[in-house]
């Protein structure tokens, strides 16, 4: 799903303006990132854990982020919900 398919579906289901919800979204990743980018996990009950892995190469720090679904998502997948 791409950011503006994101801020569509939440601006139709929530009927707020597209440019709120872009700033609310965008806000959103901002904060996610910043937690990551500091080596923070974060946790958003019931969608999943966010847990970043700093490593260092060739003299510059990269972040990788791994992913855990929560359990309520993956019934959701698995069409048990």
Same mark, same amino acid.
Request: charged content about 30%; overall charge positive.
């Given at each position: 799903?791409?950011?503006?398919? #994101? +801020?569509?579906? +939440?601006?139709?289901? #929530?009927?707020?303006?597209?440019?709120?919800?872009?700033?609310?979204?965008? #806000?959103?990743?901002? +904060?996610?990132?910043?937690? !990551?980018?500091?080596? =923070? *996990?974060?946790?958003?009950?019931? !969608?999943?854990?966010?847990?970043?892995? +700093?490593?260092? *190469? =060739?003299?510059?720090?990269?972040?990788?982020? =791994?992913?855990?679904?929560?359990?309520?998502?993956?019934?959701?997948? =698995?069409?048990?919900?």
């Amino acid at each position: 799903m791409t950011k503006k398919a #994101l +801020i569509d579906q +939440i601006r139709k289901e #929530l009927g707020y303006t597209y440019g709120d919800t872009k700033k609310y979204v965008e #806000l959103f990743f901002c +904060i996610l990132t910043k937690y !990551l980018k500091e080596g =923070n *996990r974060v946790e958003i009950r019931g !969608l999943g854990v966010f847990t970043p892995t +700093i490593f260092k *190469r =060739n003299g510059k720090y990269f972040v990788r982020v =791994n992913f855990k679904t929560s359990k309520v998502i993956m019934k959701a997948l =698995n069409g048990d919900l």
